[in-house]
């Protein structure tokens, strides 16, 4: 079948969250569908549990699918045709019925440092307050500053930012896309390299969800594939996966693709005791295609497993 021909719904409607920063990529991914594929798009903005629940850490009230459940019932009920991720968003297992059919080119994927006094997190005095509520970024923060006091931050990210500019925190950690994305860029005092604090899977990427019947649909999003950003993220995915990633595990695993090798460095962390030393694995291997991409994140969860991470997910799973 020539998918190709296949008539795109007009609208074609994309589900949101309301945030500023997913309106940018939404707003974005419409940009593209209008330009380069001559489509009529509509936004239907949402409010997800993730958003509405900010009084508890994401682990404890179910973990990031609570950011996707309800832009997923929009597309299943046929009030959207498309919903736009952070990639790190999205849980490792999507629901029958749903594909994950292209992933855009990404950007900065590293974390950054935002304080309005410190230019830099070593410049942070001692016992010094930083705000985050992943606790990927505890266990790293951890690592490097073990005197650090680490306070949860919830909100999106204009929340975050003004929290921190109330005065309480002394620095907060973010993902530095999302500051990029929104001009923002300036805010950051400093980033995080990825060998001292490894990025979310996925982060700083975007995921296109539809329902798995789009067939034309599935076609054209499919033209938006950054062929690097997909092999990386599904590695870093497939680590998540083998380790039954949630919010309520440490977990860190960020790829890059030079020439046909794809380098992975994942990282698992103590829950219960931050303070333990992180696990660590970085594997190399030439792929080709998005199933050598899945095998090496899994080889490297064997790896971490190998190194002791049972005990540690048993930590996680105690929360």
Known sequence: MNHAALPLPSPVVIATRESRLALWQAEHVRERLRTEAGAHVELLGMTTKGDQILDRALSKVGGKGLFVKELEVALEHGAAHLAVHSLKDVP???PAGFALVAVLEREDPRDAFVSPRYAHWTELPQGACVGTSSLRRVVQLKALRPDLRIEPLRGNLDTRLKKLDDGGYDAIVLAA???????????IR???????????????????????????????LGRFTHRATWLATHAERAVSRALGGSCSVPLAAHATLDGDVLNLHAALGNAQDPTQPLLQARLSAPVRDTADAERLGTEAAAQLRTLGGEGYLACSAAL
């Open 92 to 94: 490792m297992e999507l």
């Open 177 to 187: 896309a999302g500051l990029k994305r929104l001009g923002l860029g300036e805010r």
């Open 190 to 220: 400093a980033v995080f390299g990825p060998d001292e604090m490894i990025p979310a899977a996925g982060q700083g990427a975007l995921g296109l969800e539809i329902r798995s019947e789009q067939a034309a649909l599935a076609e054209v």
